[in-house]
């Protein structure tokens, strides 16, 4: 049980920087891995950026170099730092959090509401 709140979206001119942020609450014990997708219209939703509990992360080779995931436990928040913003990268970014249920060991998945990142040429 994660509940996921996102923030930080917002409008840039293309070569700017937005930081952001998914602040996790409830059973925060039991993630195993923290994400970032996006998805623009009339596409799929992809993986960006991911964090696992043990602090080994992964990026999307449309972002490598540029995009940057951080976490702060004593915060339980994770972040998103998104520099030389391209065109390309305008979508709606969601938070993403897998959590593995004690008793059974199922693997859940839960998700922010989602915030805007679009990027002006």
């Known amino acids: 049980q994660v509940h996921l709140v996102e923030s930080g979206g917002g409008l840039v001119q293309a070569g700017g920087s937005l930081r952001l942020s998914c602040a996790a609450s409830?059973?925060?014990?039991?993630?195993?891995?923290m994400g970032w997708y996006r998805q623009a219209p009339g596409k799929q939703r992809e993986l960006v950026a991911a964090?696992?509990?043990?602090?080994?992360?992964n990026y999307a080779d449309s972002v490598k170099g540029r995009f940057t995931i951080s976490r702060d436990n004593a915060k339980n928040t994770v972040y998103l730092q998104t520099n030389s913003l391209k065109p390309e990268d305008t979508a709606v970014y969601y938070c993403?959090?897998?959590?593995?249920?004690?008793?059974?060991?199922?693997?859940?998945?839960?998700w922010g509401q989602g915030t805007q990142v679009t990027v002006s040429s």
């Open positions: 964090i696992t509990r043990g602090g080994r992360t």
């Open positions: 409830g059973s925060i014990f039991s993630i195993k891995a």
């Open positions: 993403n959090a897998k959590e593995q249920e004690q008793s059974t060991y199922s693997l859940y998945d839960y």
